[in-house]
């Protein structure tokens, strides 16, 4: 299946939903790039699907436009559309076999080529071999791939994924992440990838939307969103942030600033401080923390309360002075662990810290974070 040539880039411009008494999406714009991949993430409720609807035609705004390169889609019937959805349930015929299922748009529309795009698009699912045979006969993992296939030789423009892999157990979904994300690139459409799952956007994803309560929290690549969360929520929300209340010292120099946390001097890149505020939020990523003192400038002392072994690292929660515990994520390559109950120096470099306002809540979208609804 060749590389699609679609009409553009998709635009939300001021996008706006509200029910009765409620605002599902306040107002929201959005520069989805042709052929890429890109996600809305966000917990239950955060607006991620009304959105979704709103583009597929299947819920109507109450504000605002929707385009795909220079056409206004906005007014236009969903069926009229060039936009598909693939959703958590299949929704396939079970009467039909899989050739059949992947073939019935293309049939209803009179197409000669029918039979041709479908064995095409059922190669690029890697399911030619089962095309005579019927859905029910098929795993869960399959039948995503048939629902996926029947999507994609239409053609969108812009192909909506809507929790797709939810109903898959962990070991599919990570193969199906790949999969998707091979597919897609072959294809070159503009993937919408609406999902809760932090880990499945970072890996599949070139560029997430991060939505909390209807509004955009932060748009970027997934390093950057990791690496450099704009607030509390997105850093708690994607992976975990140990969070320090410290105050910003006057001066440093061009690249460091010190700010004090806790009667301790620590240093952070002033790239990664936002602008004209004095009282912040230090954030760390704990597989950024060392134990020990060579990892950086910047050195806490406390007691180890927790030591967790899952193969590939250990996690240690780190008691402070002040009572505040860190957790420490390290590699499993050989060097020494530390021990219940011992003391320990846990240190980072300067550019691996980020600082935030501290008007902020420090635990905004930590309790969200396992939420699968």
Not at 288 to 301: A, V
Request: glycine residues 10%.
């Amino acid at each position: 299946m060749s590389k699609q040539q679609g009409k553009g880039d998709l635009g939300l411009v001021a996008l706006t939903k509200s029910f009765a008494t409620f605002t599902a999406v306040h107002p929201l714009d959005l520069v989805v790039p042709q052929g890429s991949f890109f996600a809305l993430l966000g917990p239950s409720g955060c607006g991620k699907t009304t959105t979704l609807r709103m583009i597929a035609g299947l819920e109507e705004p109450t504000s605002g436009r929707i385009r795909i390169g220079d056409s206004d889609i906005t007014d236009t019937k969903a069926y009229q559309r060039n936009v598909n959805t693939v959703f958590q349930s299949y929704a396939l015929f079970p009467h039909m076999s899989v050739l059949d299922n992947v073939m019935f748009g293309l049939r209803r529309r009179g197409d000669k080529d029918a039979k041709a795009k479908a064995k095409e698009v059922l190669e690029l699912v890697q399911l030619e071999q089962v095309a005579s045979k019927k859905p029910t006969q098929l795993s869960g993992g399959m039948q995503q791939r048939v629902a996926l296939a029947r999507a994609l030789v239409n053609r969108p423009d812009v192909l909506l994924l809507d929790e797709p892999l939810g109903a898959l157990d962990l070991k599919l979904r990570r193969q199906m992440q790949i999969e998707l994300k091979r597919i897609q690139q072959e294809v070159g459409l503009t993937f919408i990838h609406v999902t809760h799952d932090q880990e499945e956007a970072m890996t599949m994803a070139d560029s997430i939307a991060v939505m909390n309560a209807g509004r955009l929290e932060q748009l970027g690549d997934p390093a950057t969103l990791y690496e450099q969360p704009r607030s509390t929520f997105v850093a708690n929300f994607l992976g975990q942030s140990n969070l320090l209340r410290a105050t910003v010292n006057p001066g440093g120099t061009d690249h460091v600033v010190t700010v004090r946390a806790h009667d301790t001097d620590l240093e952070v890149s002033r790239e990664h401080l936002p602008e004209g505020v004095r009282d912040v939020w230090l954030g760390v990523r704990p597989e950024k923390l060392r134990l020990g003192e060579g990892g950086g400038p910047n050195q806490l002392r406390g007691i180890v309360r927790d030591v967790s072994f899952s193969g590939v690292a250990t996690q240690y929660s780190v008691q402070m002075p002040w009572g505040q515990e860190l957790i420490v994520v390290q590699q499993n390559d050989g060097t020494a662990r530390a021990v219940l109950g011992e003391t320990v120096t846990v240190s980072w470099a300067a550019q691996h810290g980020f600082a935030l306002d501290a008007s902020q809540d420090a635990e905004a979208g930590a309790e969200l974070v396992d939420d699968h609804g």
